[in-house]
């Protein structure tokens, strides 16, 4: 069931209060060396002086005028960030006191934020087993705002999650190239294809999100259970050391299955935890790309 107005608006200006004051005192400038002047778009051609790189010779210009031209590019003036936003039964969960949806809010409206700092314009692709809400990029505070409400807004839902399909979307309405955060608890099938398509198109960062709970199970006996993104329900006996392991070690398997298929699929990756605060995740996501960019140089 949807929250209702009143709990929606006050989740929304806790969340913008504190992500806020992150932007403001840590993360605005990160974003901006490691973001910005990643694209580069054409500017102009002029005539080539000693010293240019002869690789940016237009050679067209040169033949037609008799004269060597080279090209030049600058920063792009601007980016798009979409945000993709897995909405499907299993964001709902949560075992303390945020559930991931309420986490992948969080996140949207820190990264945003600091988007839109930056001139950046920013999106929203709300996906479950189908497309359930697709938010154009927009620049501006208010598009943030409009962002974080969409995430909270959308409530629980027994749907599947098909991250093929949505990646399928995007690559459909986002023809430029954009800076997108996967946000997901990943349970779904079959992506891998999809998921290398799209980072050869865009610069996509997987956000994995998870609860402590998912990976291990408390001694309280006999308990019944309801599958979030079928309905199904189910008894396990906690009580059993057996069931207990055998949970820890699929989820450690499962985990780390994760783990490589991102790894193999090139991608960059923000950590998340319904138990923790992913500030750091992100200031270390921002480091490493800061020292890639340094020995590229």
Not at 73 to 81: A, D, I, K, M, N
Not at 99 to 124: F, I
């Amino acid at each position: 069931m949807p929250i209702d107005t009143r709990e929606l608006m006050r989740q929304v200006g806790k969340i913008r209060m504190v992500t806020s004051r992150l932007v403001d005192e840590r993360l605005s400038g990160e974003y901006h060396s490691v973001f910005k002047g990643q694209g580069i778009e054409f500017d102009e051609v002029r005539e080539y002086v000693p010293g240019d790189d002869i690789r940016t010779i237009d050679w067209n210009v040169t033949a037609r005028t008799q004269h060597p031209h080279v090209k030049r590019f600058s920063e792009e003036r601007e980016l798009t960030v979409v945000f993709l936003v897995d909405i499907s039964g299993s964001q709902s969960f949560g075992s303390g006191t945020r559930s991931k949806s309420e986490v992948a809010a969080e996140l949207t409206c820190l990264l945003a934020l600091s988007a839109v700092r930056n001139q950046d314009k920013v999106g929203l692709i709300l996906f479950s087993d189908r497309i359930e809400k697709f938010v154009p990029p927009r620049k501006g505070r208010t598009a943030v705002m409009r962002l974080v409400r969409e995430v909270l807004a959308a409530g629980e839902t027994l749907h599947g999650t098909d991250i093929a399909g949505a990646l399928r979307f995007l690559n459909s309405v986002q023809k430029r190239k954009a800076v997108v955060f996967l946000i997901s608890d990943f349970i779904a099938r079959s992506y891998e294809k999809e998921l290398r398509v799209t980072a050869r198109r865009h610069d996509v960062i997987a956000c994995p999100v998870s609860d402590p709970r998912e990976f291990e199970l408390p001694d309280v006996g006999l308990v019944e259970l309801q599958d979030p993104e079928t309905g199904a329900l189910f008894l396990l006996d906690t009580g059993s050391r057996k069931v207990r392991d055998g949970f820890a070690a699929n989820a450690a398997s499962e985990r780390a299955a994760l783990a490589e298929r991102l790894r193999k699929s090139g991608l960059d990756t923000i950590p998340l935890s319904t138990g923790a605060s992913f500030v750091d995740e992100v200031r270390k996501l921002f480091r490493r790309r800061q020292a890639r960019a340094a020995r590229g140089r």
